[in-house]
């Protein structure tokens, strides 16, 4: 049985950026893409989602990083009902 960990946990997580010593915060990540494409990240840190409000698109940008935290790719903007594993626990919604 997987862990499971809560979505608002997983959002309240990737605002913060960075570390106390000022180096990125890497996490592994799982989501869908818009176009239905499941991506897996092992390593990635969040960063912007181009320019949009975030919070009212209900996006989150994911940059794909390598063990250094230097950038990799191109980032996704990611829909956070898209998320479904955040560092190997899976994602649930749960409404209260």
């Known amino acids: 049985m997987m862990d499971t960990i809560k979505r608002n946990q997983v959002l309240d997580e990737l ?3 960075t570390l106390p010593d000022g180096r ?4 592994s990540i799982k989501f869908v893409t818009k176009e239905g494409k499941l991506i897996f ?12 409000n975030n919070k009212r698109f209900r ?3 994911i940059q794909p990083c390598d063990c ?3 950038p990799e790719y191109h980032p996704y903007p990611v829909c956070i009902d898209n998320i479904l594993q955040y ?5 649930v919604f749960i409404q209260d």
Not at 24 to 27: E, H, L, P, T
Not at 41 to 52: D, E, F, I, S, V
Not at 87 to 91: D, E, H, L, R
């Open 41 to 52: 990240l092992p390593q990635a840190y969040a960063c912007g989602a181009g320019r949009m």
């Open 68 to 70: 250094k935290g230097n």
């Open 15 to 17: 605002d913060i950026r």
């Open 24 to 27: 990125k915060r890497i996490f």
């Open 87 to 91: 560092n190997g626990k899976k994602v």
């Open 59 to 61: 996006v989150r940008g």
